[in-house]
């Protein structure tokens, strides 16, 4: 341990900017690149907390280490696969090939779509790739920051424009409005072309194309229009990660430990004919409820009986909370049209989790499963989950129900 406590000056002069480190040997070889929030932190882990053989081995190699600032850790995330990609150090290769990585794959359709696609299954996805992401909790984060800031399209191409009212998503500010066919063609390809440029590494290019064109909307009145791309040019100038720099500091503080704990979401709805509707989010953390963690929607689109829906609605809105931790499995408390709706729900925002769902049977007597149950999760800890799901949302509902009536 003597030869790497030697070494703090390899990183004691590096920046606490978001960056790129590149680590060397004695011949000027890559041994590792990776990405960081704050470069310094992280560097320094390695050495302070060489908490494996693997990293001991790789340590005692590192000769210099060179860092690429970026603006953000989320581009960081990006460069970091980029150089990865191209040089292929040692020390990253955690397995023979790329078929269990996350690429980003822009598809080569009419209104092209932004997706996550797992190596093993490139071939059967024809468009522009970008990857291998080896932290896939990362890049799917990184996706939905900078969907606020491009929107784009999650609607296969059979069911754009077929939507008899604008989808949940456009209602909150993330699909252009492919759903209802309301988005020009043209203008979408160029927002794709910027998502492109910027997963190039080309974001001062993206910026300046987007002063040109906001500089011609001014000119010809088009105020509306400029104030779009000026809010988009300051938020590719303010990119808001903390979500992917609190998780990598995560990862920092737990490198010592296996993290083994098992956490399982449970969904409700309750409502009467539709009215003083409400869903409920329950959470169990190695079989036991984490109280503390629940979380209460009360229904804002959904207009009349409508659970599935509703459930749409609810699961919507827990994963636009990127900083709430995912779970292992969700329990649905429903049949198959419920958890049919959850897995459309997650396919649409790119989320794998298994999803389960419990229905009462014939004439309610027993409980039917409705999906693989995940291994290392009881089946008593999944009714329980329900249990409790319906309970918490029974309660929200009453306490909604109440203050309508007095209201």
Known sequence: MSSVANKKGLYKDISENPGVYIMKDTEGEILYIGKAGNLKRRVSSYFLRPNNVRIETMVSHIQSIETRETDSALEALILESALIKKYQPPFNIREKDDTSFLFVVVTC????????????????????????????????????????????SVHEPERV????????????????????????????????????????GKKDLIIAELEKEMKTASKQLEFERANKLKKQIFALTHIRDTALISSESFEIRNSKFEISATRVEGYDISNISGTSAVGSMVVFVNGVPAKNQYKKFKIKTVEGPNDVRMLREVLMRRFKHTEWEFPQCILIDGGKPQVNEAKEVLKEINISIPIVGIAKGEKRRKNEFIGAIPKGIEDKTLISVRDEAHRFAIKYHKEVRKKATFS
């Open 109 to 152: 359709e009419q209104f092209p779509r932004v997706l996550l696609v797992r190596g093993k299954d490139l071939g059967a996805v024809k468009g522009i790739q970008f990857g291998p992401y080896v932290s896939s909790s990362s890049i799917r984060e990184a996706l939905r920051i900078l969907r606020k800031i491009f929107q784009w």
């Open 161 to 200: 424009g077929t939507y008899k009212k604008p989808c949940f998503e456009y209602e909150i500010g993330l699909c252009p409005g492919t759903c209802v066919g309301s988005v020009d063609g043209n203008e979408y390809k160029k927002t794709i072309k910027k998502l492109v440029l910027f997963f190039e």
